[in-house]
Structure formats: C-alpha cells, structure tokens
C-alpha cells in the first residue's frame, strides 16, 4: 500500500510540474522586477463552443452572475489570487497587479477554450513595455473541478491555474539565477 501511494504521489507530482508549457522565450527575464502588470484578453476565447461575442450577447453568464463583466472581475480576482499566492516563493517577490504604475512588463493570459464542465485552455504572452515586442509565451490547460456552476467551476480553474503558472515561473526565475553571469 505504502507503495501505491508513493507512485501516486510522483504521478500527481509528474503531472502538475508540467501544467503551463513554455512555448517561445524564457520567463527568467522577470528576475529583478518586483511588479508586473496582468491584462486578460477573452477576444478569441470558444465558451462552449461559442464566440466570445455571441456568447456575451446571450445574456446571463450562468445562475451566479447576470452580467459578462461581473464574470470576468471574478475570474481575474481567482487567477491573481492564486499568481500571488506564491510571491514569498518568487525569488525577488515579484507582485502581479491588474493595474497602477507602469511595469516593464505585462504578462497577458489569453483564454482560448472554456466550458461549463471547468475545462479550459490558455495561451500566455510576457510582454516587453519597453520594447512592445513579445519576450515569452507559454500555454496551459486544466480543469476546475467537476461540480458546481460554469463560475464556479472556471473560477475554480482560474486560481488553480495561477498557482501553476506561479509554479513554473519560480522554476524559471531560479534557472535564470543559476545561469547568471
């Protein structure tokens, strides 16, 4: 038995290390900022299977928020909550933030599939501020859960995916202080 769970626990370990996948760049540029700017861009998203517009346009979210923009507050609260939850991991305790003063960088977190079983797929872009040119992308997929309403659920998901994503970046940020000259 005790043998069992040992697997089991290096399978669930296994399997979360590689919940956000590193597309194009290196993260590790972030070493030394202490803030970053979060924007969220639903433009390209399929909810259900439906444009992001279309399904706006549709009305009510689902039994918990009438209103899309009500929704999508709740969302980037759950996903910064879960981001931050790590910060006194981050070397250099970078702080993520919706807004305020001008970072170097913006990470932008691009849904591009969400459903009302919790299950969602993202891209991620770090923006350079200064340059205006992409320094990093990366994609996640998960799920958040398997009961409760498509809120819920996506809020679910939503932080879960921000403690991944802070995983992977502190895994990033301490490879490039590894690798520093």
Known sequence: ?????????????????????????????????????????????????????????????????EKWDDFEIFIKRRFISGLNEY????????????????????LKVMPVMMNSDGVYSVNFILMDNNTGKEAASASANGDGGVFGTFSNLQGDGFEELGNDFAR???????WAMRNQY
């Open 1 to 65: 038995m005790k043998r069992f769970l040992l697997l089991l626990a290096v399978l669930v370990t296994g399997i979360s290390a590689y919940a956000v996948d590193l597309k194009s760049g290196n993260f590790g540029i972030l070493l030394g900022q202490s803030q970053v700017r979060v924007e969220f861009d639903f433009d390209n998203v399929l909810i259900d299977g439906i444009g992001f517009e279309n399904f706006k346009a549709m009305g009510r979210v689902d039994e918990d928020y």
């Open 87 to 106: 910060h006194t991991k981050m070397p250099g305790g970078i702080v993520f933030r919706m807004g305020g003063d001008p970072c170097g960088y913006t």
């Open 168 to 174: 992977f970046l502190v895994k990033e940020l301490r």
